[in-house]
């Protein structure tokens, strides 16, 4: 079935870093734009990261810019989220999600079960 699975989440020291992975399957991953989101406890969903398909260009909201780096391994269909120089508010569950790519037909989004990132000393 198609499914988004996610791991590499854990507890760290602020300043520490994380990987986490999401391994999609082909029909999702040549066919969406693949996202990083966060929970945080009492707080609303978050869009932390983005990459396109084809050219793979990277965005990310400004409070991980310069810590983070999303990337998509194309071969593997997995995409990455090294999360570096963590503080205390990375803290969340973080959901790796597919968006369905324009003029594209098919179901609009499918999210990862989430996987949790704590930061603390």
């Known amino acids: 079935q198609v499914q988004l699975v996610e791991s590499g989440g854990g507890l760290v020291q602020p300043g520490g870093s994380l990987r986490l992975s999401c391994a999609a399957s082909?029909?999702?991953?040549?066919?969406?734009?693949m996202n990083w989101y966060r929970q945080a406890p009492g707080k609303e969903r978050e869009l932390v990261a983005s990459?396109?398909?084809?050219?793979?260009?990277?965005s990310y909201v400004d409070s991980v810019k310069g810590r983070f780096t999303i990337s998509r391994d194309n071969a593997k269909n997995v995409v990455y989220l090294q999360m570096n120089s963590l503080k205390l508010e990375d803290t969340a569950v973080y959901y790796c999600?597919?968006?369905?790519?324009?003029?594209?037909?098919?179901?609009?989004?499918?999210w990862g079960q989430g996987t949790q990132v704590t930061v603390s000393s």
């Open positions: 082909s029909f999702i991953f040549s066919s969406y734009f």
């Open positions: 999600n597919a968006h369905l790519r324009p003029g594209w037909s098919g179901i609009n989004d499918y």
């Open positions: 990459i396109t398909s084809v050219s793979s260009s990277a």
